[in-house]
């Protein structure tokens, strides 16, 4: 099982500058669990009180995974995921 | 420094001033690494508000997939104000996550939809730190 994660720049101190690295996990939380447990740190710029960060977006496969069921949405071998912070502001 | 040619600028204003009342906003990309502003790109604002500017999600990933595919990344990254002024705000800090991006404010409270000076200021914006910068504007890159 494996699953390439896009990183976006701001998040690349915890990836050694890598722009994608792989990860394992049957649901979008457990890759997540997994890309901790690697790079150390990234957890907490993606996840706050236990839900995505309102201003981080990540894609299954093109698909926003707001719409795919959140943290639970499944993940499985060769799916794609990327990362990338909202563009946003006031 | 940001380096800007005149087309480029014109039509930063020209979009702001269109979507005066709500803030308007998009990017200026250029080859990785050169600090060239040479594509616009005007984004929608999925926000659709005077005070606030969020690129659609599903737009967003399409914009860096495209800038991936042709080597670039965003050097300006531009949105306005249109009842305060062209500094960033704590929300823009906060959320800035392009530490290599120049941020361009445009503020369009004093004109509005119609002609006139707008304030065009740019800044970098580095773990919550603003800094100001000066434009030089060209006439070609």
Known sequence: MAIEVRIPTILRTYTGDQKSVTAEGTTLSALID??????????????????LRRFVN??????????????EAPLKDGDQVVVLPAVAGG | MLRLDRATYDAIVAHAKRDHPDEACGIVAGPAGSDRAERLVEMVNAAGSPTFYEFDSTDLLKLYREMDDRDEEPVVI??????????PSRTDTGLASEPGAHYVLVSTREHGNNDGPVEFRSYRIVDGEVSEEEIELVDEL
């Open chain 1, 34 to 51: 997994d890309l901790e447990a690697n790079h150390s740190g990234i957890k907490d710029r993606l996840i706050d009180n236990g839900d």
């Open chain 2, 78 to 87: 531009y949105h306005s104000h249109t009842a305060t002024e062209a500094y």
């Open chain 1, 58 to 71: 990540v894609y299954v496969n093109d698909e926003d995974v707001r719409f795919l069921g959140g943290l």
